[in-house]
């Protein structure tokens, strides 16, 4: 069954530091997805990205957050100057349509830890 | 703004016995709802879809329904298992390109 990658699995940085995540999507898939969860709380929407541009994003997702589809198959979430409060579980997610009958499927994660 | 909350936030049974995990939203203007297995520190799982036009889906020993008009959904799971310990999430979809919404989810553990 077709999977969603993401790498690094974990990532320890430090305060301040640009940190890069990224994402293989199912090939077939046309949207896009990054949400994020805090430990112990839900999970949230970061943003959402089609046609190579942003569709929409939530209030998180500020100056400090940048998508990108840099080819036919990655795509990242870059970070500026991380905060402590940045550490979480962050998912890539892809979906081949957006019907009714066309779900998510999510990657594993990366566990992102800010020190 | 669409509310999801889970109910029980954890339940602990004995291996063997049928459960119920039960999800419910505040606007019922959804396309779909989605549930996801999540083991500790890993990914999201989808276990079963539901769109808004149906009733109920199955798969193996789950079952998912849909009461779109009351706001609820519930995911049962037959015959539990020690390997189905997880947290289950309900996630619903409100329709075209908007994102998913989640609950917090059911903490569950079969004991053997």
């Known amino acids: 069954e077709p999977e969603v990658t993401q790498t690094p699995s974990h990532q320890v940085t430090q305060m301040g530091q640009e940190v890069i995540l990224r994402c293989v999507p199912i090939s077939n898939h046309l949207y896009f997805y990054w949400y994020r969860q805090i430990l112990g709380q839900k999970v949230e929407f970061l943003v959402s990205?089609?046609?190579?541009?942003?569709?929409?994003k939530s209030e998180i997702f500020d100056d400090q957050f940048s998508v990108e589809r840099p080819d036919g198959s990655n795509f990242t979430l870059k970070i500026r100057s991380t905060k402590l409060e940045d550490s979480a579980m962050y998912f890539c997610a892809s979906r081949e349509r957006t019907g009714a009958n066309y779900g998510y499927t999510f990657g594993s994660g990366t566990r992102l830890t800010v020190v | 703004k669409q509310e999801v909350t889970q109910i029980p936030a954890a339940l602990s049974v004995p291996e063997g016995e049928n459960l119920v995990l039960n999800c419910s939203f505040t606007d019922s203007a959804i396309y779909n709802l989605q549930w996801f297995r999540q083991d500790p520190g890993k990914g999201l799982t989808s276990l079963l879809l539901?769109?808004?036009?149906?009733r109920e889906q199955t798969s193996g020993r789950l079952n998912a329904s849909l009461d779109k008009s009351s706001g609820r959904s519930t995911l049962y799971i037959a015959a539990s298992q020690p390997g189905d310990s997880a947290t289950y999430l309900c996630?619903?979809?409100?329709?075209?390109?908007?994102?998913?919404?989640f609950g917090k989810g059911t903490r569950l553990s079969v004991i053997a």
């Open positions: 539901i769109q808004s036009s149906q």
């Open positions: 996630a619903v979809g409100p329709g075209g390109n908007t994102p998913l919404v």
């Open positions: 990205f089609y046609n190579n541009e942003i569709s929409e």
